[in-house]
């Protein structure tokens, strides 16, 4: 599985951002799939992560209600439709994959499979 993150950019407080990953393989319904971001100087941290069959979502605590994780199946894509954003969000975003469901969804070396990040700059 190869991941093509992609989407990001300068944006100002308040504004929305979509961002994509690509996937080229198959993604099965049961595969996990996650948001991860990583601010200078800082480690990266989960953003968001989404299983299809049997569903399963959850969202870090600083972005419910603000971000969420849809998916095309169709087109093999995942999305994060970003809302309502804060300078605090500014940070590269990777999207990641992993064929199973695993409890440490939240860690970033629980998935297997990785996007090269995208830039999501956003100013005050």
């Known amino acids: 599985v190869q991941l093509q993150a992609s989407g990001g950019g300068l944006v100002q407080a308040g504004d929305s951002l979509r961002l994509s990953c690509k996937a080229s393989?198959?993604?099965?319904?049961?595969?996990?799939m996650g948001w991860f971001r990583q601010a200078p100087g800082k480690e990266r941290e989960f953003v968001a992560a989404?299983?299809?069959?049997?569903?399963?979502?959850d969202y870090a605590d600083s972005v419910k209600g603000r971000f969420t994780i849809p998916r095309d199946s169709t087109k093999n894509t995942l999305y994060l439709q970003m809302n309502s954003l804060k300078p605090e969000d500014t940070a590269i975003y990777y999207c990641?994959?992993?064929?199973?469901?695993?409890?440490?969804?939240?860690?970033?070396?629980?998935?297997?499979?990785w996007g090269q990040g995208t830039l999501v700059t956003v100013s005050s």
């Open positions: 990641a994959v992993r064929e199973a469901y695993n409890s440490a969804y939240g860690s970033p070396g629980a998935y297997r499979y």
């Open positions: 989404l299983r299809l069959d049997p569903r399963f979502t």
């Open positions: 393989g198959r993604i099965f319904s049961n595969y996990l």
